[in-house]
T-cell receptor, first 108, second 114 residues
Framework: QKEVEQNSGPLSVPEGAIASLNCTYS??????FFWYRQYSGKSPELIMS????GDKEDGRFTAQLNKASQYVSLLIRDSQPSDSATYLC????????FGTGTRLTIIP | GAVVSQHPSRVICKSGTSVKIECRSL??????MFWYRQFPKQSLMLMAT?????????EQGVEKDKFLINHASLTLSTLTVTSAHPEDSSFYIC??????????FGEGSWLTVV
């Protein structure tokens, strides 16, 4: 079992809709969770970090964490074409483990 | 968050030569930096953890004699690809671990070996 699993996509979402990205992880003692966005040919940039169960909102982005289910998700509201990118889920900072990423395409 | 700068952003070198990539933490003294490699359409692969003042810790399968890492100061880590071959052509990215235990990435360096 991979340490961090994501659906590779591609995920296509109409402009203005909600994009939902999901991630599961295997290490139950994981404490820190991150979502990064990576545009083609660029390095990843941090979007959200979450450490506690529940929701964390930042603008159009909401991260959701459920440690019991070992599940973390990212919701993007009012999706824009500029949100089209690969989204990487990452777990734990010391030896950051990335998922393979979900490629999101926002359709105008 | 931490500001991380990499140089060069793109480099082309001849097969058999060596190339050095620099990673600087501009606003934060980083005791720990990480080096990743990413092939097209693939995920990030951690190559090594760079610790200031000590030897780097390499991931399994990464040749330490081929990918030389030096972290001589709290603001600079370098990755030298020695005797480069075309299969070493890739996107190399460094990152910094800040006090908040968050990773911030440099802009990345595209290496093409011809």
């Amino acid at each position: 079992q991979k340490e961090v699993e994501q659906n590779s996509g591609p995920l296509s979402v109409p402009e203005g809709a909600i994009a939902s990205l999901n991630c599961t992880y295997s290490d139950r003692v994981s404490q820190s969770f991150f979502w990064y966005r990576q545009y083609s040919g660029k390095s990843p940039e941090l979007i959200m970090s979450i450490y506690s169960n529940g929701d964390k909102e930042d603008g159009r982005f909401t991260a959701q964490l459920n440690k019991a289910s070992q599940y973390v998700s990212l919701l993007i509201r009012d999706s824009q074409p500029s949100d089209s990118a690969t989204y990487l889920c990452a777990v734990n900072p010391i030896r950051l483990t990335f998922g393979t990423g979900t490629r999101l395409t926002i359709i105008p | 968050g931490a500001v991380v700068s990499q140089h060069p952003s793109r480099v082309i070198c001849k097969s058999g030569t060596s190339v050095k990539i620099e990673c600087r933490s501009l606003d934060f003294q980083a005791t720990t930096m990480f080096w990743y490699r990413q092939f097209p359409k693939q995920s990030l692969m951690l190559m090594a953890t760079s610790n200031e003042g000590s030897k780097a810790t390499y991931e399994q399968g990464v040749e330490k004699d081929k990918f030389l890492i030096n972290h001589a100061s709290l603001t600079l880590s370098t990755l030298t690809v020695t005797s480069a071959h075309p299969e070493d052509s890739s996107f190399y990215i460094c990152s910094v671990l800040d006090f908040g235990n968050t990773i911030y990435f440099g802009e990345g360096s595209w290496l093409t070996v011809v």
